[in-house]
């Protein structure tokens, strides 16, 4: 079974801005139909956008609703089914990279040279490591096909 996107009918009753979301949740939907999901996931999701759809596209609620049912659905992806967008890790690890890495070598550096102007300096070598750390895991969920094909 399949997850059902939204049809044509309901996005022609969209405004602009709440179009571009959907279309946005629509691609998210396409690219988690090309692998495989557990079939209760997928029940669950079908009856949630299906509450979505019946909400009225003259509501100015329904954007906040597309985008809060977007973060929701990309996170199940995530947790349930170990599927990943493009660059997912990449993100999580650049600020893990600054906070874990990065300042403690900061401190360390203006320790050593007893000048605590060199602290900041920590910040851009834990930037580049958790970037490089990051994109090494994305390849591996690449290489392993558990990564969503959508922007």
Do not use: C
């Not at 659905?73 to 599927?83: E, M, R, V």
């Not at 490089?132 to 390849?139: E, P, S």
Request: aromatic share 10%.
């Amino acid at each position: 079974m399949k997850i059902s996107q939204f049809p044509e009918s309901f996005l022609s009753k969209l405004g602009q801005k709440t179009l571009k979301e959907v279309e946005k949740l629509n691609q998210l939907i396409s690219a988690a139909n090309q692998h495989d999901v557990r079939e209760d996931l997928v029940a669950k999701w079908n009856g949630k956008f299906e509450e979505l759809r019946s909400i009225s596209a003259e509501d100015k609620a329904l954007s906040k609703q597309v985008n809060s049912t977007f973060s929701a659905f990309l996170k199940d992806l995530n947790t349930q089914a170990g599927l990943y967008s493009p660059q997912h890790f990449q993100t999580l690890w650049m600020g893990i990279g600054m906070a874990a890495f990065g300042i403690p070598f900061g401190v360390a550096f203006s320790a050593i040279l007893k000048n605590f102007a060199f602290i900041g300096i920590g910040i851009p070598i834990g930037l580049s490591l958790g970037i490089a750390i990051g994109a090494a895991k994305d390849n591996q969920i690449k290489k392993e096909g558990k990564l969503l094909d959508f922007k």
